[in-house]
């Protein structure tokens, strides 16, 4: 692997294992706090499953060039992360919640069905086995989101709002990183282009069919991965103090 390519590729993973373990956090936010115990139970098990994929996406990153996960994830500052600023955004409600979920869960379940087809095998098989779980993420949130929509005034009314939120942030999910046209054109990772097209597609239709409207002005829609909101900075402190407080502890 020429490399161009390889730097490339590390970029990709880190920026596809930071969203994972960001919106996990964000996920764990709701332990305890869910509207109904059953959802109480889903949610962290989805969060635990967005942990474990951050472990698939850092775990193929150390193969590379040995880094280590654990140092990835609790000791890099804010400005080295390369996250997406939607999966930073407070949890908000469970409106608010449950759209930011569905909006990515969608993104990432298509971008995993065209990366089961990527030349590098390594990746191919990460993203066939990723998959299965996030198909059940999905489902979970195309449910919420349908529910919440049609289901009373003010859920519908909450829903909105989330969404007219959203939207905008929702589409740096499809800004490629980088060198990624490289990883394109060698038919390693899948083309966001097309990826989008499909999302804005199956969203749109499902949003509509949830008495939504998309907003007509998306507002704010950030350009690259280089800069974050100020919430990433306080999600960080908390979720890296345990490490941080002995960083050459063995166990936590």
Known sequence: MRNEIKQALI???TALADDEVILSHRDSEWTGHAPI???DIALANIAQDELGHASVWYG???ELDGSDPDQLAFFREAG????TELVELPKGDWAFTMLRQYLYDLYEALWLQSAKNSSYQPLADAANKVLREERFHLQHTHAWVERLGLGTEESNRRLQQALNMQWGYAQQLFVPIPGEELLIAEGIVPDLASVKERWLEHSTRHLQASGLELPINPGYQPTSRTYHTEHLWSILAEMQSTAR???EAKVW
């Open 37 to 39: 115990l059953e959802e």
């Open 245 to 247: 407080w002995d960083a």
């Open 11 to 13: 970029a990709k993973l």
């Open 80 to 83: 080295e992360y390369r996250n």
């Open 60 to 62: 193929l990153r150390k």
